[in-house]
């Protein structure tokens, strides 16, 4: 009778995880190949201060973006091995749910007001992963900033104009250190908010992001910056850094979407 009992439990037991595994409950951490088609389809490059923009009106009707949300929704990231694994996947998913508010709440003209002074955007449900559900700030601040690499902030676009630009294909964890810093030059290369130097002044100006995030980049953001300037610029920096004044860029809140009819 016991091993009539045993041998019905094992039966059960090994039938649930058949179905676990088959409803995809063992599923890939990101189906990259889908999120890179998304971004390519869905999203444009242009040439003012958003550098890339969103088609939200697109995404919401959008069955692939579903699906997207789902692998992230049945992911269990205590699976990620590796910390260029876990640093790609966590910055693809910030950048993921930051999309779907804006896309959910579409049209908006900025991600903030989806909340209020009480409950800010960043502190809300964005999404869930691996059956649990996570904050924007949840995400940046007790995820990827204690994985102590300040790319980070180049990197993670909250769909708003002054963001860094959204890279158009997924970060992977093979990849993930070419491509944090690409998109850290990229982003300061930009005199309209990322880096600009007045040298008859002085004057540094700076994304407000090292602003908001000022223990993030150490006691001098300027070595930050200087390693990812153009060689002329990183020069004059370091012939003048003891000396320059440091401004910061006015922060552009509004949702960085495509305009109606642009191409892609």
Request: hydrophobic share 40%.
């Amino acid at each position: 009778m016991i091993l009539s009992r045993c041998a019905a439990h094992l039966a059960i037991y090994l039938a649930v995880g058949s179905f676990a595994s088959f409803a995809g409950y063992d599923a890939d951490a990101l189906d990259e190949a889908l999120y890179a088609r998304i971004l390519k389809e869905h999203t444009v490059a242009v040439d003012d201060i958003a550098s890339t923009r969103v088609d939200y009106a697109a995404l919401r009707d959008s069955k692939e973006w579903e699906d997207l949300l789902s692998t992230l929704s049945r992911f269990d990231p205590s699976r990620l091995d590796s910390p260029s694994e876990k640093l790609a996947f966590w910055i693809n998913t910030y950048n993921i749910l930051a999309i779907d508010l804006v896309r959910r709440n579409y049209p908006i003209d900025s991600i903030r007001s989806i909340g209020n002074l009480l409950f800010p955007v960043w502190k809300r449900p964005a999404g869930e992963v691996g059956g649990r559900r996570y904050t924007l700030d949840e995400i940046e601040k007790k995820i990827l900033v204690p994985m102590g690499d300040p790319r980070i902030h180049g990197a993670i676009v909250c769909a708003s104009i002054s963001c860094p630009p959204l890279r158009r294909e997924p970060y992977r964890g093979s990849e993930v250190e070419k491509q944090l810093d690409d998109n850290v030059r990229r982003w300061l290369a930009d005199p309209r908010k990322g880096v600009r130097i007045d040298s008859a002044t002085k004057t540094v100006f700076l994304s407000r992001i090292f602003d908001f995030f000022p223990e993030d980049f150490g006691d001098d953001p300027l070595a930050f910056v200087q390693k990812h300037l153009a060689p002329g610029d990183a020069a004059w920096l370091a012939e003048n850094r003891a000396s320059v004044r440091i401004r910061h860029f006015d922060y552009d809140w509004g949702v960085n979407a495509v305009a109606t009819g642009a191409s892609r």
